[in-house]
């Protein structure tokens, strides 16, 4: 079948956001929605030679305040299991939280490529915070802001240069 992507990371970081913003960017087509499930929606994204699914964790359960880690959790799991690449979503205005740490353990213990993708970055001072991720150990860290459309083209080659 098709490679699949999954976009992980907890709540309110712009995980629908930016499913939005890849599936509807310069170089992709959107298929209509190829499915929704419990707690996961499914998009196929085509550009011109080449075609994967990209997953969106997540924000379709409803969350009480202290189940949000757990769920965040549990999400992370099931996209990690089924996707070829994970993109890990963090919010740079809010800055490094311990539940980013704890999913950035279980990315780690999983083995699975991972792309480490900032949300959020729409000012300097927004860099700043930014560059905060590094301590989360990746090599490169993307800084993009899915609402206003910045470093999206450049996430979507890197998401098909690893596929
Ligand atoms: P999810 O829970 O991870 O799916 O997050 P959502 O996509 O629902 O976004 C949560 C909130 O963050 C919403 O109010 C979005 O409008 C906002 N948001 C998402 N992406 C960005 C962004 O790039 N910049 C800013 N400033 N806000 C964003
Ligand atoms: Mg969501």
């Not at 070829?84 to 213990?109: M, Y």
């Amino acid at each position: 079948g098709l490679p699949r992507v999954a976009i992980v990371g907890r709540p309110n970081v712009g995980k629908s956001t930016l499913f939005n913003r890849l599936t509807r960017s310069r170089k992709a087509l959107v298929e209509p929605t190829a499915g929704v499930t419990r707690d996961r929606l499914y998009g196929r994204v085509r550009t011109e030679d080449r075609e994967f699914i990209l997953i969106d964790t997540g924000g379709l359960l409803p969350g009480e305040e202290d189940q949000l880690t757990k769920l965040t959790l549990e999400q992370t799991r099931a996209g990690m299991a089924e996707a070829d690449l994970i993109l890990f979503l963090v919010d740079a205005k809010s800055g490094l939280t311990p539940l980013d740490e704890e999913v950035a353990e279980i990315l780690r213990r999983s083995g699975k490529p991972v792309l480490y993708v900032v949300n959020k970055v729409e000012s300097p001072k927004d860099e700043e915070m930014a560059s905060e991720f590094y301590r989360l150990g990746p090599e490169r860290l993307f800084f993009v802001s899915a609402t206003q459309g910045r470093g999206i083209e450049e996430l979507l080659e890197a998401i098909l240069e690893r596929l």
